[in-house]
Structures are given as C-alpha cells and as structure tokens.
C-alpha cells in the first residue's frame, strides 16, 4: 500500500482519536494500520488478474468484538473527503467473512469490472507509463464496537451504542517485478535505565514481564531482515497505558545515517496489564506490526 496524498502520519485517515487524546494511547476504538498481503497488485503477462487480502490492526481495549467493511471506492482523484461514502454508494463492498478483520480485493471480480467498463477501467489502459510507477487505488474502511462494552464485549452501556470509525488506506496497483514484500517485527524488547543512565540487558516483552509503577524503560522494535538494504523503516508505538516519549521512530536519518529505533515509555501509577502495539512501514507501502502485553505491579 502507498500513501498516495494521504495523511502523512500513516496510510490511514482514521487511526487519529478526535479532540486531544495523545496519538499513542489507545483508550477505544482504533485501527491503528492496514496491511495488504501481498502489498502490491502487479499485472504480470499470462498470470491473471491479481488479488490481495486487506488485515486491519484493530484494537478496542475492553475487548468489545470489532467488525470491519471494506470497500474499493469509485475514485481515483485528490485526498479523499471524510464524507465520500465508501464503504456505500461511491464503494464496491470486498468480500470477507463474518466476523473477519480481513477482505479480499480481487481486479477479477465481475463487479469490479463492470465499474471499469463502464468508467474507462479503474487502472485506463491508455495510462502511458503511469503504471510502471504505480497507481494507487483507494479503498474504504468502517469499523464498529460496541460502546463501553465489558471484557467479553457486552453488553453496550445502551441499546444499540456503536462506537464508528472511518477510515481509508491505498494499494498500489503496478507492472513490473517483484513486488514489494511486507516488513516483519521479531520481537518486542525493554530495557530498563539504572542510575547513570547505564541500561539494563534487553528483555523480550511478555505478559508474565513485570515493571514497576512510574518505570521509565526503553521499548525496542525487533525488525526481520529486509527483502531490500536501501528501505527506510518507520515505527510507530501505541500503549493502552502510560506515557511515551514519542509516536514515532526510524531506522535511517533524514541524511541516510543509522537511527536509534526505541522510544521511551513511562509505566502508569497503578498496577494493571498494559497491551502494547508497534507498527512497522518500509515507505513503500509495505506494513507490519507485533502486539505484546507487560504486567505492572
């Protein structure tokens, strides 16, 4: 997937909470990025037309079930309107199964055809080069919880309270090959700081780890090796509690000099099971994450 004139902060317009809720803290509803696998639609001689499956991070921390619907939206043009009903009647619903995070968008579907019959083709045959480089074809996304359910997910705190979010992500579409191939993340470790600054040895993130309250550590992204040496990695941090120093890190400089990948996260006050989430991009549509939980006590 390519951002494609999209919020620069990922490939979603949605994963943002509304009014002043710091980035990183996930307290509801969220979809915190969307991954497509394989991450990029390549029209190969003689192979067929290409499908991949849409997986979406969503996460709502009470443990409310989430159901998503995706949809290819009729569009090609400009940063699209938060008010373009895609999923809805500017969309073609994708097919996925009940109760699924996942959709598939496949270029042979007749219903995707018929709208590029009937609109000069999704991706013109007449693109003039355009589709070595790549066209992005945008795709709809509505995600609902129910609203301050408890741990099993109910019941709503009222009939029929929804939490709703909206959002939209790319796939490039392109000739050529390979394809680009979605980043990995190993591992998930934390250090933690003695006095001097001197950090401890680095441990794997696990739900039987116990931090201390008011514990400032180091959280450490573990990338799998890359397909190509020259991506860039971007990572972005989400904790359902405590404080991090920062949403976001990456591997490169803007100069092309290595970069320290950790951020700083402060452990919350009050002992509780904290879910942690980090997600990988490599700037060219590929996306990945790792989700791990830590014991405050």
Known sequence: MRAFMLAAAGLLLAG??????????VSKLRVLAVRAEPSELLLQPNAGLPRTVFTALAVEPSGAPITIRYALCETLSGVPS???????????????????????????DPRVLAFALANGGIVPADAGGLLAKGIPLLVGFTANAPAFGNADGGPPAQQGSLQVLNGFTTVTVRTGAPADTNPTLLGLQIAEELDGGVLLPAIEARPELQLRPGTTVHLIPVPGPKDDPSKRYGFSFFTTDGSTSSLRSTDTTSTGQPADIWIEWTTPLLPQTVRIWVVVRDGRGGTGWIERSVAVR
């Open 82 to 108: 938060a008010q373009l009903a895609c999923p809805g009647d500017a969309g073609i619903d994708l097919d996925s199964d009940a109760g699924s995070l996942s959709a598939t968008l496949d270029l042979a």
């Open 16 to 25: 943002c909470p509304d009014g002043l809720e710091r980035q990183s803290h």
